[in-house]
C-alpha cells in the first residue's frame, strides 16, 4: 500500500517534478539507511500486477509540491541520509534529473527505484546515484507480456547492462505472480541474471489486492498459488547463485 503523506499545496518552483506520494521515515527503502521515499507520478508501463496504479497517470488526484518537499528534507538534515525516488517510474520525468541534483547538494545520498524504462535518462543520472533498487521483470522474451508494452523488455535489460557495469550499489528484483510465470520460469531467470554478474537479488511475491490488471486480484495471499514444498526448493535452487538472496513475502 502507498504510504502517503497529507496534500502540500500547488507552489510553483523551478523543479517541477510531479509527486503523487511521500514516505516520511523508512528503514527498508535503501538498505542499512534512514531514507525517506518520495513517489513520482506517472509511468509509461502498464505492468499487469501494478500495485500501485494510481501512480500510473501524469496528472494526480493529489500533488505534492516539490518547494515544499524540499522544505521538508531540510528540516530532516541530520535525521534522513537518503532520499529515495521511487514512482511510478521516475525516469519519465526530465525534472528528475535536476532533483537528484538538487538532493545530493542538500547532502543526502539519493536512492532510486526504476525498471530502466528510459535507458539513455537512466545511464545519464547513474553517476549521481548511490543506489538503485531495480525492478527485473522476466526473461526478455516475457517481459513485453508482463509490462504490456512493445520493447519494453529490452530496455529493462539495456538498463540492467549499463546498473551492473556503473559500478552503482544495487540491488536486483523481480515481483512474482504465480498466474504469471512458474517455478521453472524463476529458476531460469534467476540463472542467467547470476550469469551476466547480479550479486544481490530479491523475489518478492505481487500484492495481489490491487492490481492494475484486475483479473489477478485475490484475497489470498499471491505465494499460496503455489504449494510450500516448490516455494522451498525453488529457493534452495536460487539462493547459492548469488552473494545475497532474498524471498520476500
Known amino acids: 500500500m502507498l504510504k502517503v503523506a497529507q496534500p502540500i499545496s500547488n507552489v510553483e518552483h523551478e523543479v517541477t517534478l510531479r509527486v503523487g506520494g511521500l514516505t516520511p521515515l523508512t528503514t527498508i ?3 542499512n539507511h534512514l531514507s525517506c521515499v518520495v513517489y513520482c507520478q506517472g509511468c ?4 499487469r500486477y501494478c500495485h500501485n496504479p494510481e501512480l500510473i497517470p501524469t496528472q494526480a488526484d493529489q500533488s505534492y509540491d516539490w518547494q515544499s518537499l524540499i522544505e521538508f528534507l531540510n528540516k530532516r538534515k541530520g535525521l534522513l541520509e537518503a532520499v ?6 521516475p525516469l519519465l520525468q526530465s525534472a528528475l534529473v535536476q532533483a537528484i541534483a538538487t538532493v545530493k547538494n542538500m547532502g543526502f545520498k539519493v536512492g532510486l527505484h526504476t525498471g530502466g524504462s528510459a535507458p539513455k535518462r537512466f545511464k545519464a543520472i547513474l553517476p549521481n546515484v548511490d543506489w538503485v533498487g531495480f525492478d527485473v521483470k ?3 522474451e516475457y517481459g513485453d507480456a508482463i509490462i504490456r ?3 519494453a523488455a529490452e530496455a529493462n535489460w539495456q538498463s540492467l547492462d549499463m546498473l551492473l557495469e556503473s559500478g ?3 540491488e536486483c528484483r523481480t ?5 504469471l510465470t512458474n517455478p521453472e520460469r524463476v529458476l531460469k531467470l534467476a540463472e542467467t541474471l547470476a550469469e551476466k554478474g547480479v550479486t544481490t537479488y ?3 511475491i505481487a500484492r495481489n489486492k490491487n492490481t492494475l490488471d484486475k483479473s489477478l486480484q485475490n484475497d489470498e495471499f499471491a505465494y499460496s498459488m503455489i504449494d510450500k514444498q516448490t516455494r522451498l526448493q525453488l529457493c534452495a535452487a536460487i539462493e547459492p547463485l548469488f552473494e545475497k538472496f532474498r524471498w520476500v513475502e
Open 44 to 47: 509509461a508501463w502498464r505492468c
Open 84 to 89: 529515495v525516488f521511487s514512482g511510478g517510474e
Open 175 to 179: 515481483t512474482i505472480h504465480w498466474n
Open 149 to 151: 508494452v512493445n520493447g
Open 202 to 204: 530479491n523475489l518478492q
Open 168 to 170: 552503482v550499489d544495487y
Open 29 to 31: 527503502d535503501y538498505p
Open 138 to 140: 522476466d526473461l526478455p
